[in-house]
C-alpha cells in the first residue's frame, strides 16, 4: 500500500505532484494526466535489491542482462533517476558529477509492459515530441524543474539516466558514465507511457 503527501498544481493537461513531507523519501510525480478517463498503471515500489515482477525493464546490458528504472531521493538535491542492475543494492546518479546512492531507492513498475514506449529523440526536440504524449515526470533537481526518463546505447549496452526536462529546447540526457564522469548527450530515447486500447 502506498502513503503519499502531496500537493498537486494544476498545469495545462497535467497534474504535477510535488512533495510535501520529505521526510518519507518519497514523492508520487507520476500522477500526470492526458485525458480524464486515462488509467495510469505505474508506480514506483521500494527497491533493496529483488526486482520485482512488474518492473519495466529499461534496456539490457552488456552481458544482455536486463537493467531498471531506479529512482533515488537525495536530501536537499531532489529525486534522481538511474539505473537498476539486478542484485545491486546500490545505483548511481548524476547532480553536478556523479554520487553513489544506496538507500531511498525506488524501482520503476506497472502494466501492461506494452505500455511503456521509449520514443527517439533529442535535446532541441523533446518538448515537441512529447506533445500530447503523456512522459513519465521521474524526479526533480531542487531549485530547477522535473526530470524525465531517458535512455541511450553505449559500447553495447543500454544506460538509463535523466533528461533535463526543464531547459527547454536544451534538454540533455545525463548519465554516469564508465568513467564516473556526467556527460550531456544531445539524441537520445525518452520514455512514454501509451494506455492501451483494447
Not at 538507500?103 to 506494452?114: M, Q, R, V
Not at 527547454?168 to 554516469?176: C, I, L, T
Request: glycine share 10%; proline share 4%; charged share 20%.
Amino acid at each position: 500500500m502506498f502513503t503519499f503527501s502531496f500537493f498537486s498544481f494544476l498545469i495545462p493537461e497535467f497534474f504535477l505532484c510535488v512533495p510535501v513531507d520529505t521526510s518519507s523519501h518519497s514523492a508520487t510525480c507520476h500522477n500526470n494526466k492526458v485525458a480524464k478517463e486515462e488509467i495510469l498503471n505505474y508506480y514506483w515500489r521500494e527497491y533493496g535489491g529483488k526486482i520485482p515482477a512488474d518492473a519495466i525493464t529499461g534496456g539490457r546490458d552488456i552481458n544482455g542482462d536486463n537493467v531498471y528504472i531506479g529512482q533515488a531521493y537525495v536530501q536537499n538535491r531532489g529525486l534522481f533517476i538511474g539505473q537498476i542492475k539486478p542484485g545491486s543494492t546500490e545505483m548511481f546518479i548524476t547532480n553536478h558529477g556523479v554520487t553513489k546512492v544506496d538507500k531511498y531507492i525506488k524501482i520503476l513498475c506497472g502494466f501492461p509492459p506494452e505500455s511503456f514506449v521509449w520514443l527517439q529523440t533529442n535535446a532541441t526536440i523533446l518538448h515537441l515530441t512529447l506533445l500530447n504524449k503523456h512522459s513519465i515526470i521521474a524526479g526533480h533537481e531542487d531549485g530547477y524543474g522535473t526530470m524525465n526518463i531517458g535512455r541511450i546505447s553505449y559500447q553495447g549496452g543500454t544506460q538509463v539516466g535523466k533528461i533535463k526536462t526543464f531547459v527547454v529546447g536544451n534538454a540533455y540526457f545525463h548519465w554516469p558514465d564508465v568513467r564516473g564522469e556526467d556527460p550531456g548527450v544531445k539524441d537520445y530515447e525518452v520514455l512514454v507511457y501509451e494506455e492501451l486500447k483494447i
